[in-house]
C-alpha cells in the first residue's frame, strides 16, 4: 500500500506517496477508502467521470476527493479504480466503482491543514487530514 496512516489528536491524517501525480491522486482516495472502511458489492458497477478545475494541485486534490465523499454521503456508491489526466490546473477522473454495502467511518471533510504536495525521492508525496 503506497499509503500509511499518521498518528493524528483529532482527525485521521494520511501520508501517501507515488512515482508521479495522477497516481497519489488515485492511491489518496484509495486510502481515504481504507480509512473509512468502506465495502463495495460486486455488481453493479457504475462509472462516473469528474472533472474540476482550481488554482493548484493541492486544490485540485481536495476537490477530487470530497467529491468521493459526496457520492459516499449522497449517492451510497464507492469508486475504487481511477484513471486520473491532470493537466495544468484541471483535473479529469474517469472512477469505476459499485454501490456501498458498509462504512466503517464517516469522514466528514478533507482539510487543507498542512496540504502541500511534495516532491520526494520516491515522486511525489502528500499528508492529507481527513476530518471525522
Not at 1 to 27: G, I, N, Q, R, Y
Not at 51 to 65: G, Q, Y
Not at 82 to 93: R, Y
Not at 107 to 123: D, M, P, R, Y
Request: proline share 3%; net charge negative; with cysteine.
Amino acid at each position: 500500500m503506497p499509503f500509511l496512516e499518521l498518528p493524528h489528536t483529532a482527525d485521521k491524517c494520511l501520508l501517501v506517496w507515488s512515482t508521479d501525480l495522477p497516481s497519489l491522486f488515485s492511491e489518496a482516495a484509495r486510502g481515504m477508502n481504507y480509512l473509512a472502511g468502506i465495502k463495495l458489492a460486486s455488481q453493479p458497477v457504475k462509472q462516473q467521470v469528474f472533472k474540476s478545475t482550481a488554482h493548484d494541485s493541492e486544490s485540485l486534490l481536495v476537490s477530487f476527493l470530497s467529491n468521493l465523499i459526496y457520492y459516499m454521503e449522497n449517492e451510497r456508491v464507492g469508486y475504487d479504480a481511477f484513471s486520473i489526466q491532470l493537466e495544468t490546473n484541471q483535473i479529469t477522473a474517469s472512477m469505476t466503482g459499485a454501490s456501498l454495502i458498509s462504512v466503517n467511518m464517516a469522514i466528514k471533510a478533507v482539510t487543507f491543514h498542512n496540504l502541500q504536495i511534495k516532491k520526494s525521492a520516491l515522486g511525489f508525496e502528500v499528508e492529507i487530514v481527513f476530518d471525522v
